[in-house]
């Protein structure tokens, strides 16, 4: 049985991928700051606890995030290094530890989940757009680098999708939902359970690796 280690699990988007992958017969570990019930407690900026939870994975998909709603100017020192500390520090390390593990298992697959926030500027997301930029930029590396090692590594690009953690952020800024559902072509948010979908092709897409899949519902095509 494939064993499968899914971040950010406790809720929207990480919730709905461990939710199909263990539908499809994965060994699933949740894990995420506030884990699920069954889940492991994992805290992605801590490289010792990364480094124990990935043992014996042979897939990773890295859905740990946090976002901010500010401009450049008006982003704290803080704020910048937490967003980066668990969208890109988060990604790496789990990415760093996880790669020997699969080696030695003779290959796997990972998917980070990143953002249209990495290909588009959106307004008054500075230190959010720029660490997805990172996660796609480092998804793209290690690709090249891990081919030999028979394992793939792609990452999805959400638009905006109906999660808890989205209303909480456009709440925090003062924001609607009707606005964010605007900027999509097909004029609502997505769900979890379609990035889920996304997230699933990309672990069993054996020709796909590299590749930056983009489930926006239009939003980057306008």
């Given amino acids: 049985m494939t064993r499968t280690l899914v971040t950010g699990a406790g809720s929207g988007i990480g919730a709905a991928v461990a939710a199909q992958l263990a539908a499809a017969g994965h060994d699933v570990v949740a894990a995420d700051l506030r884990p699920p019930?069954?889940?492991v407690e994992l805290d992605v900026r801590d490289?010792?606890?990364v480094e124990h939870v990935v043992r014996d994975i042979d897939r990773l998909v890295n859905v740990a995030g946090i976002g901010s709603t500010t401009t450049a100017p008006d982003t704290p020192l803080e704020v910048w290094e937490d967003v980066f500390a668990v969208n890109a520090r988060g990604t790496f390390l789990c990415c760093k530890h996880a790669i020997p593990?699969?080696?030695?298992?003779g290959g796997g697959a990972i998917v980070n989940v990143a953002s249209v926030a990495g290909l588009v500027g959106l307004r008054n997301r500075a230190a959010y757009c720029a660490s997805?930029?990172?996660v796609i930029a480092l998804t793209r590396a290690l690709a090249v680098d891990h081919v030999g090692d028979g394992i793939r590594v792609n990452a999805v690009c959400p638009g905006t999708i109906d999660s808890p953690w989205v209303r909480r952020l456009v709440e925090g800024a003062g924001e609607s939902l009707d606005e964010l559902r605007a900027r999509q072509l097909l004029g609502r948010l997505g769900t979890p359970?379609?990035?889920?979908a996304a997230v699933s092709f990309l672990l069993d897409s054996a020709?796909?690796?590299g590749t930056i899949l983009t489930i926006d519902g239009g939003l980057t095509a306008a």
């Fill in 37 to 39: 019930p069954g889940g």
């Fill in 132 to 134: 997805k930029g990172a």
């Fill in 101 to 105: 593990v699969m080696k030695a298992r």
């Fill in 193 to 196: 359970d379609e990035i889920a």
């Fill in 47 to 49: 490289e010792e606890q």
């Fill in 207 to 209: 020709f796909s690796t």
